[in-house]
């Protein structure tokens, strides 16, 4: 019976593990966005909400970020290398909301997870724009009319997600020929 029971939960993980699928990484031009937008410390500070911060707004686990495995005041370059970690979760959340054959250059893809990095998955996930890119329209006018809705915060339009808005569809708009989704894993 323990024999079986430990075959059934192996199995199970490797469904689930098969059912995700991994997100590509941004390019560096996405990075440099979300870098702007989020702004630099170079030293821990507390966020609004008393959590340990540093670099591009990373959230750190220990009070004075002791497990970030860079020295600390923290570099430019550093604190870009803490973003690139960061960006794995909206990078993921982008590629499995997304449906075959939705197809993304690098950087549509960018400003799609700078996006989601700023307004969170559940967001990206119920929203109007992933739904159209899913029902097949065209990625740039997707982009172009939805991205700049999200100019809200606490019911106030902001002028710098409305900036960020603009240059995310900037991104987007930029030609490239570099592929990132469909994503082959998935
Ligand atoms: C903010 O978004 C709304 C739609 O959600 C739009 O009507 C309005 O023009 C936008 N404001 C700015 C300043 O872009």
């Known amino acids: 019976?323990?024999?079986?029971?430990?075959?059934?939960?192996?199995?199970?993980?490797?469904?689930?593990?098969?059912?995700?699928?991994?997100?590509?990484?941004?390019?560096?031009?996405?990075?440099?966005?979300?870098?702007?937008?989020?702004g630099f410390s170079a030293d821990v500070y507390n966020d609004p909400t008393g959590n340990p911060t540093i670099g591009y707004g990373h959230l750190c686990q220990q009070s004075g970020c002791s497990e970030i495995p860079?020295?600390?005041?923290?570099?430019?370059?550093?604190?870009?290398?803490l973003l690139a970690d960061d960006v794995i979760p909206p990078q993921n959340c982008i590629t499995q909301q997304t449906a075959e054959p939705v197809t993304l250059n690098a950087?549509?893809?960018?400003?799609?997870?700078s996006w989601a990095f700023n307004v969170g998955c559940g967001?990206?996930?119920?929203?109007?724009?992933?739904?159209?890119?899913?029902?097949?329209e065209d990625?740039?006018?997707v982009i172009a009319e939805e991205l700049?809705?999200?100019?809200?915060?606490g019911g106030q339009v902001l002028p710098g997600l409305v900036r960020r808005r603009a240059a995310e569809v900037g991104l987007a708009g930029t030609a490239t020929s570099d592929p990132a989704l469909p994503a082959g894993t998935c």
Do not use: H
Request: aromatic share 6%; proline share 6%; net charge neutral.
């Open 1 to 38: 019976m323990v024999r079986l029971a430990i075959t059934f939960a192996a199995l199970i993980a490797v469904s689930t593990t098969q059912a995700q699928c991994t997100g590509p990484p941004v390019n560096q031009a996405t990075i440099d966005l979300i870098a702007e937008f989020e």
């Open 70 to 81: 860079y020295s600390i005041p923290l570099s430019e370059a550093d604190g870009k290398r």
């Open 107 to 113: 950087n549509q893809y960018g400003a799609l997870v």
């Open 123 to 136: 967001n990206s996930g119920s929203s109007s724009l992933i739904t159209r890119l899913n029902n097949g």
């Open 139 to 141: 990625p740039q006018t």
């Open 148 to 153: 700049p809705r999200w100019n809200q915060s």
